[in-house]
């Protein structure tokens, strides 16, 4: 049976690391406690400081996005909400959670502009697309209000470099 753990661990100068401790237990005692066990000890405390830094990082990205003045909102490559943040949900009356999954262009867009605005949105995932940089349309509020709104559009990229989002603001 093998086992995978991170712990801290003080060193002989006293000073603390992570350790990464990989093994496999032999033998157990007759409470099936472990009493033999062969492994390694591996440092991770670079890795963990890595992890801690990109852990802020996201955490400062998140409270920008949550915090903007304007509406800032996350599509995914078929149109669906990823994310808006509070000034988006508060201009467009919903709650937190109420528009994340759905699609936008059924959801949010009016019914007499949505089929050639998603048509514009699928052309942003064309091979050779630039994207749209700006863009202004209308959207509906919860309540049925129309408001127009000026998007800056930002593509959102994989590591491969594939188109698998937009970020837009407004």
Not at 84 to 91: A, S
């Amino acid at each position: 049976e093998y086992y995978e753990c991170d712990h801290r661990m003080r060193t002989k100068s006293g000073d603390w690391i992570w350790v990464r401790d990989v093994g496999k237990v032999f033998e157990w005692n007759g409470d099936g406690e472990p009493i033999r066990a062969v492994g390694t000890h591996q440092d991770i405390t670079e890795q963990k400081a890595l992890e801690r830094e990109l852990e802020r990082q996201r955490d400062r990205s998140d409270q920008y996005f949550e915090n903007a003045g304007v509406l800032m909102l996350l599509l995914d490559s078929g149109g669906n909400v990823e994310r808006i943040n509070q000034r988006g949900r508060d201009l467009l009356g919903y709650p937190r959670d109420e528009l994340v999954g759905e699609d936008w262009f059924e959801t949010v867009v009016p019914d007499d502009t949505s089929t050639e605005l998603s048509g514009l949105f699928d052309g942003l995932f064309d091979e050779d697309a630039d994207g749209i940089e700006v863009h202004e349309n209308e959207v509906c509020t919860k309540g049925g209000d129309r408001r127009i709104i000026e998007w800056k559009n930002t593509l959102v990229r994989d590591a491969a470099g594939e188109v698998i989002g937009i970020l837009s603001s407004g």
